[in-house]
């Protein structure tokens, strides 16, 4: 079960990830993105986790919408 303390922490460390893949200009280590994203997206939020935030805390979520096919 994801606590809100690991959920949160994939969010953060999501973004961060993301930043560190925004600057570099070329990744030289062999599935260094691959095992980051296995790490971070194991508590990283479902749709229906954010729909539920976003029921209770619309000024700060947006209700997810479906996956494009």
Known sequence: MTTPYER??????????????AAAE?????????SLAVCLLRH??????IAV???AVPTLWAQPHG???
């Open 26 to 34: 070329d990744i030289s280590v062999a599935g260094l993105v691959q």
């Open 8 to 21: 949160t922490k994939a969010v953060v460390e999501t973004r961060a990830f993301l930043e560190i893949l």
């Open 53 to 55: 935030s976003a029921a």
């Open 67 to 69: 996956k494009k096919p």
């Open 44 to 49: 990283y939020p479902l749709d229906i986790d």
